[in-house]
């Protein structure tokens, strides 16, 4: 597709149970970015990626969270051991620039995670 | 602190109004973004300023940037029902290329 795709769109899980979400970037985009979105709140930076450098992961909130982008491509955020406070939205964004320079970013659909 | 904090959090406005939003952030930035968002899912990238520019305009959006202040504004002119939705600023800082986001405006524009 021609767009940033994310799956699965929602994911209802129970607290303590791991969960994988994926995010498809715009081919050729060398930049992506996860953010994590909470109920009428602003945008929360998790982890970002540039390339074949070691990713930014300062934002992630602890060590349950992890990520990895295979083949600077297809990127999965995984939450082990879920939390009821995890429950939000989970937002995957590419862009085709890095540091320094116009780094619009093109946002996917999300995706909505509820811990029961 | 929060980085990039808009004001105010929501706006209601009639149709055919101008609707003004404000940004504030607190470091040096490269560029100053406006992101909107529908109905709490993706964003979509309306305009970038960077830190030279002083004024930017994309239809019926006008943008300013005020880097002595640390702020910067959104104007939508002419507003219109599906204008309707959350905006939000977004910095990036000099040091680095990540987007620091605000808490949003919350703008509704009724019919």
């Known amino acids: 597709g021609a767009g940033v795709s994310q799956s699965p769109s929602n994911k209802v899980t129970e607290k303590g149970k791991d969960v994988e979400l994926r995010c498809d970037p715009i081919s050729g985009h060398t930049a992506l970015y996860w953010y994590r979105q909470s109920l009428g709140q602003g945008l929360e930076f998790l982890i970002y990626?540039?390339?074949?450098?070691?990713?930014?992961k300062s934002g992630l909130p602890s060590d349950r969270f992890s990520a990895e982008r295979t083949g600077g491509s297809v990127s999965t955020l995984t939450i082990q051991r879920t939390q009821q406070e995890d429950s939000a939205v989970y937002l995957c964004?590419?862009?085709?620039?890095?540091?320094?320079?116009?780094?619009?970013?093109?946002f996917g659909p999300g995706t909505r995670l509820t811990v029961l | 602190s929060q980085q990039g904090e808009e004001d105010p959090q929501a706006l209601s406005i009639q149709e055919g109004e101008n609707a003004t939003m404000n940004c504030s952030y607190k470091?040096?930035?490269?560029?100053l973004q406006w992101y909107r968002q529908n109905s709490g899912r993706g964003l979509v990238h309306l305009i970038l300023?960077?830190?030279?520019?002083r004024e930017k305009h994309s239809g019926r959006l006008r943008v300013t940037l005020d880097t002595s202040k640390k702020s910067s504004s959104l104007l939508i002119t002419a507003s219109r029902a599906a204008d309707t939705a959350s905006y939000f600023c977004?910095?990036?800082?000099?040091?680095?290329?990540?987007?620091?986001f605000g808490e949003g405006t919350q703008l509704t524009v009724n019919p």
């Open positions: 990626f540039q390339g074949n450098s070691a990713p930014d």
């Open positions: 964004a590419s862009s085709n620039r890095g540091a320094g320079a116009d780094n619009e970013q093109f």
């Open positions: 470091t040096s930035i490269n560029n």
């Open positions: 300023i960077r830190s030279n520019e």
């Open positions: 977004a910095v990036t800082k000099t040091s680095g290329s990540r987007l620091t």
